[in-house]
């Protein structure tokens, strides 16, 4: 008897209704624009420079826009359901508390600590190579760092490294900008996104005066073969949309924004990609992009190395706004598990002034920091995709389940957006 009851507390479905209709203290001060440029900011980063030429040069050859495009179909599918997802439960933790809602809290314990380990290993990958890019800013003019601080110990070419400085200093940095509050956080991530579009469509501008329509064939050398291993490739660069769900108690008119958040920064992104990946092998031939730097390679290719140093300091601002986003929906992510009992209490309590969780901010802020500091940039990222895959599985498992099990029951929030069921369709896509 006692097996069994222990068997059903496992598997307790979280009742949603009760926490959304309770004042939980954080400030609904984000609307549909915030969540654009979070979505975007945490898709769109020094990545976008870097994917399209790698893609390129290694899968598809000219054609790496078509791998872009199933890339995007197929994440659409997942962002469906988060829209789903997140406009019925307006409330944080992403996937962990709609599988909470659905299959309840094993599984939901499972899911919570592989996302939570996703993000805090995103964060790390990113401030490393933040601290990459912003060394070779400095370096361009005659500035350095002592070798013991350049980077993690064990990483390749840096041979005297010890303690990456840089990246536990952005980290730091970026836990302050949450603690001050969420409006503060958007405001300044909208300004680093919208810069970050800028250098994106300078390049384009600039480059497409130099198009040569030769370097378009063979426009698919490796057929269609090509297209889909490339966007096995591409798939992970729009990893990062789903960290937008993890607003959803702080937003304005959730049932609302948040599908608009989180379509809007997907569909803004995809173009970003297609418009880059068309130029840059417009302007070079694709078998020369097999390089650590395609889009400053392509620029010097045309001598307009003005725009390389600006591309430089785009890439920066670009993994500044993936630090802010990804930081912002891991503590958002430990909040919701704290507060359904699964993490100490002290996890998920607000600052009276900024009714931001500061202790859970500088908590995951200075985990994140350490790893950063102190593994290798390749076995972090090798850590990464893990969390990702298991939520966009289980998160389009469980839209089968979701009609019959809650919507009837949620009835004052029922979606507006009944499209959304199509995404029913393929639940195992992602994978």
């Known amino acids: ?37 979070m979505g975007v900011g945490a898709i769109v980063g020094a990545g976008i420079f870097i994917t399209p030429g790698i893609i390129a040069a290694e899968y598809t050859g000219p054609g790496a826009m078509l791998a872009f495009v199933v890339a995007a179909f197929v994440c659409s599918l997942a962002a469906l359901c988060y829209s789903e997802f997140s406009s019925t439960i307006p409330l944080a933790g992403s996937a962990y508390t709609y599988i909470y809602a ?23 990958a990113v401030a490393a190579s933040w601290s990459s890019y912003f060394q070779n800013i400095l370096a361009g003019f005659n500035l350095y760092l002592p070798a013991q601080l350049r980077a993690a110990f064990g990483t390749s070419g840096q041979p005297h490294a010890i303690f990456d400085l840089p990246a536990f200093i952005i980290i730091m940095i970026v836990s302050l900008l949450l603690v001050g509050g969420i409006r503060e956080s958007a405001r300044i991530n909208a300004i680093m996104v919208i810069l970050k579009i800028i250098v994106i469509i300078l390049f384009i501008v600039v480059g497409v005066f130099y198009i040569r329509p030769e370097n378009y064939h063979p426009f698919l050398p490796h057929g269609i073969k090509g297209v889909v ?82 591309v430089s300091l785009g890439a920066v601002i670009g993994m500044t706004t993936v630090l802010i986003v990804f930081l912002y929906g891991g503590t958002r992510l430990v909040f919701a598990i704290s507060r359904d009992g699964l993490l100490p209490q002290l996890f998920s309590r607000l600052n009276p002034k900024t009714h931001a969780p500061a202790v859970n901010t ?53 979606s507006r957006c009944r499209f959304i069921r199509y995404c029913q369709l393929c639940p195992s896509s992602c994978v």
């Open 1 to 37: 008897m006692a097996d069994r009851k222990h068997k059903s507390t496992l598997f307790l479905r979280k009742d949603i209704r009760t926490d959304i209709f309770k004042k939980t203290g954080l400030a609904k001060s984000l609307n549909a624009f915030s969540l654009i440029t």
């Open 102 to 124: 659905v299959f309840g809290e094993f599984i939901a314990w499972i899911l919570g600590w592989a996302l939570v380990s996703e993000y805090l290993f995103s964060v790390s």
């Open 229 to 310: 291993s490339g966007a096995a490739v591409a798939f992970y660069a729009y990893i990062g949309f789903d960290a937008v769900s993890t607003a959803a108690e702080e937003v304005k008119r959730p049932q609302r924004n948040v599908p608009i958040g989180i379509i809007g920064s997907l569909l803004i992104a995809t173009v970003l990609y297609i418009a880059l990946s068309a130029v840059l092998v417009g302007i070079v031939k694709y078998t020369k992009l097999d390089v650590a730097d395609p889009v400053a390679y392509a620029l010097h290719f045309i001598h307009q190395d003005w725009v390389s140093g600006i």
């Open 362 to 414: 500088w908590v995951f802020g200075i985990v994140g920091s350490v790893f950063a500091c102190i593994i290798p940039i390749d076995k972090i990222t090798e850590l990464v995709n893990i969390g990702t895959l298991f939520a966009f599985a289980w998160c389009q498992s469980g839209s089968f389940f979701f009609a019959k099990t809650l919507l009837s029951k949620i009835w004052i929030l029922r």
